[in-house]
């Protein structure tokens, strides 16, 4: 029966030092319980005077429950009544009493040192915080019977039984490593929890949902989470105001990611006595701030790139319309006084000059042919009438010459940036392009107007339909749409008309 | 005949002025912008008002808007429209007020000095002169089942495009390589199919070019 006791009690305290171990690599609790359940299991083998020895795992065992939950002495005064413990069994081995009298004197010592660092334990874990009273509760539980059997056992006032020979109490003893290895088994399915945290932060949260489900994760409702804004260089709450480090009672953790900074939390400082905890909950709360720091960056980014795109077709628009009117201005016209100038130098020759006559003629037509390139050249770049008569005008030349009957609607803003204006008349120039080439309509209706901040340009007829809205023209339309800020939609069923739809911002 | 040219590049007015000289057409003033040629034109009464369209201050349609003011307030002065561009819904704007003394011609037609003053001479005396270009864009377009002009031959077709130009109709027979008795009747029949018979001929002729242009 003693025996199975102390082997059950060895087995547990060397199961509770596993783990210890592999768990906190760096703390003294592995140790400690290694010691236990070695000593535990070396008692019952060693002759009568060497037994003592073994005997001084209680006061091994009082040093562990002192040293809970970190594996360190926390102050000085715990360190001393753990010295206490350790001479008290120095004392009762070096035998300079009486044999009977120094075991009972000195049993009495080590329960009431183990009742000391009891109370000091409890006092402690009354001041504590939430997350840290997890921690301790189990073993602080399991050390306050083991203390309440000892003190019950004790063989001044119940001398019949040796005390530490008391099975019943070794397997009591029992919970201590098994309450220490349920705190352990909680905090891996807290761990667990910070899983769940990094699954629903990928779910890009909210910053102020973010704060919440790290208090959750943390069991820390205080917790108060700042972010890194890298142009104030300052950490900032969910509302934008600044998150500091300061305030009594409070610990800040920062969170990194690649060397730079990306948030502030602020909590209980208990919560430092889980560093996986916290580790495992910063570097979730990192990713999903870096996530949503890059979202934002990308935003951002976007934003600028359609700025700079627009600024890039004002300019181009706009370097177009000056070409145009410098060409047309410039050297269209001096160019047609060269043809116009060989003209009358053509009246002027003698009726007997053929060969100049005729080279003067040849010359005039050369010029004149460059012209026409030239103001083919300039009515690409861009197209002339919309110089001289605006979106109204130049959508009405392009109706008259249509090969089929228009009904025309305008309706314009006031103000029309000459992009979108340019933008609009290709798409009805195109539009009624492709009638004349492929509808087989017999009527069109074109509609240009305003709905909201957007012009509409609508472009329908009653032809055969089944047009193909990849084709390159209509594919170009669509770009051009895009770029300006706009969509372009073409709804042509087989046998039902086409309508080519395009909305383009205005203000 | 005497006009007033309206230009504001100045080494094409100083062409055209000295050109017109060399036909024997007058150029009473040239001004460079729309308000000066109203006010000359005003003054002088000529015969016919060529303008540039694109005038200053803002080099759009200065020149167009003009012409037309002309048209509407001296309706006995012709006026000619020049251009780099010809377009149709101009020429149509500029037969708001009939088809008498009015012309739009490609800026380039200067450069033939015969056609050119026989524009201006045909405009002065209250005809018309078209540019090829947008008549030929007008006889191109596919005209509707409802539209009388459908009813025409092509020959027909042909005679009332250079009919739309401006032109005569000996004019018409010596383009067309035909007699002027010919074109008479080609005439005759395309006043009848566009129901135009009850009217005198030469008001006749000017109906058949607007119901053409106005197509």
Known sequence: MRTVAAVVLAASFLAMSAVAWRKHPGSRVGLLAAAIGVLVLLEPMLPGPERVVAAGWATVLIHLVAALPSGRLGTPAMRLVVALAYLNTVAMMTALLPRELVKEVGTLVAVLLGAAVLGMQWMRWRRTSVPSRRSLTPVLAAAAVMVGLLLAGNPMWTPDASLLDMSVLKVGLVAVPLAYLATELRSRIERGGVADLVVQLGNAPEPASLQAALAKALHDPTLTVGHWVAESRRYVDADGHPVTAGGPGRVATRVDRGGE???????????????????AACTAAALALQNE?????????????????RHVLQAAEAERRRLERDLHDGVQQRLLSIPMALSVAESAIPPDAERARALITEAKDMSLAVLDELRALSQGIHPTILTERGLEGAVR??????????????????????????????????????????ADASRVEIRIVQVGERLVVEVADDGRGGADPEGSGLRGLATRAGDNGGVL?????????????????CE | MRVVLAEDNVLLREGLVRLLAEAGVTVLSGVEDAAALLADVGRHRPDVAIVDIRLPPTRTDEGLRAAREIRRRHPGVGVLVLSQYVRVSYTVELLDGGANGVGYLLKDRVTNIAEFTEAVRRVGSGGSAFDPIVINQLVQRRAGEDD???????????????????????????????????VEKHGTSIFTKLDLTASPDDHRRVLAVLRFLNA
Request: aromatic content about 2%.
């Open chain 1, 261 to 279: 900074p990306v948030a502030l939390l602020v909590h209980d400082p208990a919560l430092l006595e889980q560093p996986r905890l916290i580790e």
């Open chain 1, 293 to 309: 720091r890059l979202t934002a960056d990308l935003r951002a980014r976007l934003a600028q790139l359609a700025e700079s795109r």
């Open chain 1, 397 to 438: 030349e392009l109706t008259v010459v249509a090969s089929v009957p228009v009904r025309l609607t305008v309706e314009l803003p006031p103000r029309l940036s000459a992009e979108i204006e340019t933008t609009a008349y290709y798409v009805v120039a195109e539009a009624l392009a492709n009638v004349t080439k492929h």
């Open chain 1, 489 to 505: 939609r073409v709804t042509s069923p087989v046998g039902g008309g086409t309508r080519v739809r395009a909305e383009l911002p």
């Open chain 2, 148 to 182: 009388p002009l459908h009813a025409l031959s092509e020959r027909e077709r042909t005679v009332l495009a250079l009919m739309a130009e401006g032109r005569t109709n000996q004019a018409i027979a010596d383009r067309l390589d035909i007699a002027e008795r010919t």
